[in-house]
T-cell receptor, first 115, second 109 residues
Framework: DVKVTQSSRYLVKRTGEKVFLECVQD?????MFWYRQDPGLGLRLIYF???????EKGDIPEGYSVSREKKERFSLILESASTNQTSMYLC??????????????FGAGSRLTVL | GQNIDQPTEMTATEGAIVQINCTYQ??????LFWYQQHAGEAPTFLSY??LDGLEEKGRFSSFLSRSKGYSYLLLKELQMKDSASYLC??????????WGAGTKLIIKP
């Protein structure tokens, strides 16, 4: 069974702390994504990566950075957490072909609360 | 701008049929996805439409009209386990997904 695993399901951090959210996929997918999910809003793309060491900004990259040192791992970093970053964070991956039918496989999510 | 609209919440009865609508406006179009998300879980893929018409997969069907910027997800013979949020997402000309806010479907016995 293919999987996207997010290391932490629930985190509570204080304002100003550095936060790492880890995501690992075992499907040899080229593309990996970080989204945040907030009530009443659609999924919003933070960053994505098409290959190792490559990253592209999504719609809301401010306050976030990412790292992709290995193909299977995509990390989201909050350099200095703020209360408006309290959210559910979803990692996803997909194969790298250029067809439209790229189905995303999501992780179970990491619910971050910043106090 | 690009946007997706879908109802916030719907209620239906076990055993019945429900249709969840989605309208979209995107810069170019490369297909329309439906995902299911149970509370506290990952979204999972249900369907993909890129051509006009109805695609059927068991109890679930998805319809697309490109000219109208409209899709719907049809769920038949509703079961309690179908209680979930249903996310509509359209893919634009750059193959980027534009997501709706999701429709929470409540199934009553």
């Amino acid at each position: 069974d293919v999987k996207v695993t997010q290391s932490s399901r629930y985190l509570v951090k204080r304002t100003g702390e550095k936060v790492f959210l880890e995501c690992v996929q075992d499907m040899d997918h080229e593309n990996m994504f970080w989204y945040r999910q907030d009530p009443g809003l659609g999924l919003r793309l933070i960053y994505f990566s098409y290959d190792v060491k490559m990253k592209e900004k999504g719609d809301i990259p401010e306050g976030y950075s990412v790292s992709r040192e290995k193909k299977e791992r995509f990390s989201l970093i909050l350099e200095s957490a703020s209360t408006n970053q309290t959210s559910m964070y979803l990692c996803a991956s997909t194969i790298g072909d250029s067809s439209g039918a790229n189905v995303l496989t999501f992780g179970a999510g990491s619910r971050l609360t910043v106090l | 701008g690009q946007n997706i609209d879908q109802p916030t919440e719907m209620t239906a009865t076990e055993g019945a049929i429900v249709q969840i609508n989605c309208t979209y406006q995107t810069s170019g179009f490369n297909g329309l996805f439906w995902y299911q998300q149970h509370a506290g879980e990952a979204p999972t893929f249900l369907s993909y439409n890129v051509l006009d018409g109805l695609e059927e997969k068991g109890r679930f069907s998805s319809f697309l009209s490109r000219s109208k910027g409209y899709s719907y997800l049809l769920l038949k013979e509703l079961q309690m386990k179908d209680s979930a949020s249903y996310l509509c997402a359209a893919m634009d000309s750059n193959y980027q997904l534009i997501w709706g806010a999701g429709t929470k479907l409540i199934i009553k016995p």
